[in-house]
């Protein structure tokens, strides 16, 4: 059995939650989906020019978890990108980090 997925730490939600390419491909419309957490690996990794130690911290996984995370959301975004496919930014196995003072005291750790 294997063991339990370690919930990844997202920063907070989307501002939009989908891309529609402006031509559909004539073969029609296709989905593909990008998990939340990919979403804040490739924030953390390509728009903030973090080292993945320091964004691994911050997402409260391993440095390989978060390679992993990253590579397998360039992947989708690529897909959607070449191939014309509607990006929905959804799901995923994550959760908010606590904000405030009650942060310090439930003992989080985050690179905040």
């Known amino acids: 059995m294997p063991r339990p997925r370690k919930a990844r730490l997202v ?7 989908a891309f529609v390419p402006d031509i559909m491909p004539p073969w029609g419309q296709e989905e593909t989906y990008l998990p939340l957490e990919g979403l804040e ?12 130690e320091t964004a691994s911290r911050m997402m409260n996984v391993s440095r390989q978890t978060f390679g ?17 496919k509607v990006l929905r930014i959804q799901g995923g196995h994550y959760e908010m980090p606590p904000w405030g003072r009650a942060r310090h005291r439930r003992g989080w750790r985050g690179g905040f």
Do not use: C, H, K
């Open 11 to 17: 920063q907070g939600r989307p501002i939009v939650n």
């Open 41 to 52: 690996a490739i924030r953390l990794s390509d728009l903030n020019g973090l080292d993945q």
């Open 68 to 84: 992993r995370v990253l590579a397998e959301a360039r992947a989708v975004v690529a897909d959607a990108l070449v191939n014309g």
